[in-house]
């Protein structure tokens, strides 16, 4: 059973950082692409950062030049580094893995189980 697991959310003042971790486990032949997404209260999940199988990244406009996201594949694991945080940036936090997992090679999309971030002004 794959799974992902978070940790390194919590609280902070207005301009502190925070680290999230994300490690993938299971039957994993493949890591395709690992990311965040977060979600904030009223609001739709959205992309924070991605990274690919080949190391290429990608941000949302709104977190670039603060975040950065970094992978260790022989760890399975996926880290966002937060800096300069605003009080917008308030949200549950989710990573999402595509892997290809199994004897078949199967090919999906995985969650996990979202680690909460908060930013006081």
């Known amino acids: 059973q794959e799974q992902l697991v978070e940790s390194g959310g919590g609280l902070v003042q207005a301009g502190g950082s925070l680290r999230l971790s994300c490690a993938a486990s299971?039957?994993?032949?493949?890591?395709?692409?690992m990311g965040w997404y977060r979600q904030a209260p009223g609001k739709q999940r959205e992309l924070v950062a991605t990274i690919t199988s080949s190391g290429r990244t990608n941000y949302a406009d709104s977190v670039k030049g603060r975040f950065t996201i970094s992978r260790d594949t022989a760890k399975n694991t996926v880290y966002l580094q937060m800096n300069s945080l605003m009080p917008e940036d308030t949200a549950v936090y989710y990573c999402?893995?595509?892997?290809?997992?199994?004897?078949?090679?199967?090919?999906?999309?995985?969650w996990g189980q979202g680690t909460q971030v908060t930013v006081s002004a």
């Open positions: 999402n893995a595509d892997l290809s997992t199994g004897w078949a090679l199967k090919r999906g999309d995985y």
């Open positions: 299971g039957s994993i032949f493949k890591i395709n692409a």
